[in-house]
């Protein structure tokens, strides 16, 4: 990418941080027009789900027949409304046309900008926790840091997915056509698909993901109902879809969230901050090694950013030890200092080319953070490509369990060697972008980004050389930038392309291709 691009992207990213700062959600997309997939995968009810131990677990009601009066009924209320749409249901249909997915993913990444804030410090010098049993009290619940955030993004595409795996398999049971197939004087205001409409894939996508959206932010309960009752109707106002279809799909997004957040309330979340003694316990560790460990750079000393989210349940990888990296040098060894004279060298005189890459990769406090930049990245990937709603959502959570694995990983790795950054080992590094607060082995944004290309190269082959150079450019950034030593970068670059190949092993079994 040429550096004139970057420092635009860059300008665009402060302007988004700006709006997260002051508690906006900005929506972008607004040029986006209708999807028309290029196939319409009928057959997703046979891909394999992820959360659901089999399709069928999942039952709803036969629909009415389309002779019936019941239904007949039906199709007379479409036509009503339809001739009595109102200026926020166009604009609705407008914008949800052009993807359910995509558009829930773009704002999820504003709610995760949004709360992309770390708790002020109190007089006493602590710091306060957001409770997310008291969301509001300040600090608000949550604290969307890089590690929570690939959570959200995990848990909520593959609930999309199961969802509409769920209602394709549905779909293919019952049978029942489109209401404008149905009547001929219903002329819908969405582009005619050859798809079934009972349950509705729209109804059961909004309620999984608002749903979940609700759980992970909890504040945003008002703005998500809009967004997921706009969401579910629009097809019934658009002539696309009647009322019970989207009941119906509503059941079904209702069932596949008692699933997802089965396991998201039970996956080992609730003790990823750990208590001030196992905090003083991990640095003790290094100390009876002679070495010296990671402390807070920030006054008053903040502490580690979630250091027992390594505890996490993965999703792809069934073994963190056997994935760790090896033990970097001793601090106090003379490849350790060779690595330092480096980073040295890169922030002292740093290169104009490389400075843009350290800002176009920040994706720091009031962004929707590494998890988040790669979601962009690959939105515009899926949208280029017109993939169908089931696709895209299947695709986006092979990305985010990657992801969410390879956070887990790099934490686990960075609290078992508890390694301080290059800046406390030698205090006269200037860094050139925001110093994170936990601890530098590994890199987190080159074990993403590592992961993320993996599995973006597969989906999407004809990109796999641009995508890796860009992890490439990820995983370096943080070493101009005087946060990472080398080792960090390689090595998470390393464990994420071992988490990356672990999504391509489950895409090549999932039915899909």
Same mark, same amino acid.
């Given at each position: 990418?040429?550096?004139?691009?970057? #420092?635009?992207?860059?300008?665009?990213?402060? $302007?988004? @941080?700006?709006?997260?700062?002051?508690?906006?959600?900005?929506?972008?997309?607004?040029?986006?027009?209708?999807?028309?997939?290029?196939?319409?995968?009928?057959?997703?009810?046979?891909?394999?789900? @992820?959360?659901?131990?089999?399709?069928?677990?999942?039952?709803?009601?036969?629909?009415?027949?389309?002779?019936?009066?019941?239904?007949?009924?039906?199709?007379?209320?479409?036509?009503?409304?339809?001739?009595?749409?109102?200026?926020?249901?166009?604009?609705?249909?407008?914008?949800?046309?052009?993807?359910?997915?995509?558009?829930?993913?773009?704002?999820?990444?504003?709610?995760?900008?949004?709360?992309?804030?770390?708790?002020?410090?109190?007089?006493?010098?602590?710091?306060?926790?957001?409770?997310?049993?008291?969301?509001?009290?300040?600090?608000? $619940?949550?604290?969307?840091?890089?590690?929570?955030?690939?959570? +959200?993004?995990?848990?909520?595409?593959?609930?999309?997915?199961?969802?509409?795996?769920?209602?394709?398999?549905?779909?293919?049971?019952?049978?029942?056509?489109?209401?404008?197939?149905?009547?001929?004087? @219903?002329?819908?205001?969405?582009?005619?698909?050859?798809?079934?409409?009972?349950?509705? /894939?729209?109804?059961?996508?909004?309620?999984?993901?608002?749903?979940?959206?609700? $759980?992970?932010?909890?504040? /945003?309960?008002?703005?998500?109902?809009?967004?997921?009752?706009?969401?579910?109707?629009?097809?019934?106002?658009?002539?696309?879809?009647?009322?019970?279809?989207?009941?119906?799909?509503?059941?079904?997004?209702?069932?596949?969230?008692?699933?997802?957040?089965?396991?998201?309330?039970?996956?080992?979340?609730?003790?990823?901050?750990?208590?001030?003694?196992?905090?003083?316990?991990?640095?003790?560790?290094?100390?009876?090694?002679?070495?010296?460990?990671?402390?807070?750079?920030?006054?008053?000393?903040?502490?580690?950013?979630?250091? $027992?989210?390594?505890?996490?349940?993965?999703?792809?990888?069934?073994?963190?030890?056997?994935?760790?990296?090896?033990?970097?040098?001793?601090?106090?060894?003379?490849?350790?200092?060779?690595?330092?004279?480096?980073?040295?060298?890169?922030?002292?005189?740093?290169?104009?080319?490389?400075?843009?890459?350290?800002?176009?990769? +920040?994706?720091?406090?009031?962004?929707?953070?590494?998890?988040?930049?790669?979601?962009?990245?690959?939105?515009?990937?899926?949208?280029?490509?017109?993939?169908?709603?089931?696709?895209?959502?299947?695709?986006?959570? #092979?990305?985010?369990?990657?992801?969410?694995?390879?956070?887990?990983?790099?934490?686990?790795?960075?609290?078992?060697?508890?390694?301080?950054?290059?800046?406390?080992?030698?205090?006269?590094?200037?860094? #050139?972008?925001?110093?994170?607060?936990?601890?530098?082995?590994?890199?987190?944004?080159?074990?993403?980004?590592?992961?993320?290309?993996?599995?973006?190269?597969?989906?999407?082959?004809?990109?796999?050389?641009?995508?890796?150079?860009?992890? /490439?450019?990820?995983?370096?950034?943080?070493?101009?930038?005087?946060?990472?030593?080398?080792?960090?970068?390689?090595?998470?670059?390393?464990?994420?392309?071992?988490?990356?190949?672990?999504?391509?092993?489950?895409?090549?079994?999932?039915?899909?291709?």
């Amino acid at each position: 990418m040429k550096n004139y691009n970057k #420092l635009f992207i860059f300008a665009v990213f402060a $302007f988004s @941080i700006f709006a997260a700062c002051n508690k906006e959600i900005t929506e972008i997309g607004s040029d986006w027009t209708e999807l028309i997939p290029n196939q319409l995968d009928t057959n997703a009810g046979s891909w394999k789900p @992820i959360t659901l131990t089999a399709v069928t677990d999942i039952q709803i009601p036969a629909p009415e027949a389309s002779n019936s009066a019941a239904y007949q009924a039906e199709l007379q209320k479409v036509k009503t409304t339809i001739a009595n749409l109102t200026a926020d249901q166009k604009a609705a249909i407008q914008y949800w046309s052009a993807g359910g997915t995509l558009r829930w993913n773009q704002i999820m990444r504003g709610l995760v900008a949004k709360y992309n804030l770390a708790p002020q410090d109190k007089v006493d010098g602590t710091y306060p926790v957001p409770d997310q049993t008291n969301p509001f009290a300040y600090p608000t $619940f949550p604290f969307a840091n890089p590690p929570y955030a690939a959570r +959200a993004y995990a848990y909520v595409t593959v609930g999309q997915y199961d969802a509409l795996v769920a209602a394709y398999k549905l779909k293919s049971q019952y049978k029942r056509a489109t209401p404008y197939k149905n009547d001929a004087t @219903i002329q819908p205001s969405v582009a005619k698909a050859d798809i079934y409409a009972y349950p509705s /894939e729209d109804a059961a996508l909004a309620t999984v993901s608002v749903e979940l959206l609700k $759980f992970l932010f909890p504040t /945003e309960v008002e703005f998500l109902n809009q967004k997921a009752n706009e969401h579910r109707w629009y097809k019934f106002w658009a002539g696309a879809a009647t009322e019970s279809d989207i009941l119906a799909g509503d059941s079904v997004g209702r069932a596949v969230i008692a699933k997802v957040l089965g396991k998201a309330k039970t996956d080992n979340m609730k003790n990823a901050l750990g208590t001030q003694a196992k905090w003083d316990s991990l640095a003790q560790n290094r100390i009876v090694l002679n070495e010296t460990p990671w402390k807070s750079m920030e006054t008053p000393a903040r502490p580690p950013m979630l250091p $027992f989210y390594g505890n996490v349940r993965t999703w792809l990888v069934t073994d963190l030890a056997s994935i760790r990296p090896i033990a970097p040098p001793s601090t106090s060894s003379e490849a350790i200092k060779t690595q330092l004279a480096e980073i040295k060298s890169f922030t002292e005189n740093p290169k104009r080319e490389n400075v843009a890459l350290v800002h176009f990769w +920040a994706d720091g406090t009031g962004t929707h953070t590494p998890p988040g930049h790669w979601n962009a990245l690959a939105s515009d990937l899926i949208k280029k490509a017109n993939m169908s709603e089931v696709r895209t959502a299947r695709n986006l959570a #092979l990305l985010n369990m990657s992801m969410m694995d390879a956070a887990i990983s790099c934490w686990n790795t960075k609290t078992y060697y508890f390694y301080p950054r290059p800046s406390q080992l030698d205090p006269t590094i200037k860094t #050139l972008t925001g110093l994170p607060n936990f601890p530098a082995y590994t890199s987190g944004h080159s074990t993403f980004s590592g992961a993320a290309a993996t599995i973006l190269g597969h989906i999407f082959p004809s990109d796999k050389a641009n995508l890796n150079a860009q992890a /490439e450019e990820a995983s370096l950034s943080r070493l101009y930038g005087g946060i990472h030593y080398r080792m960090d970068c390689e090595t998470g670059m390393k464990t994420g392309q071992q988490i990356g190949a672990a999504a391509i092993a489950r895409a090549k079994t999932d039915g899909a291709e």
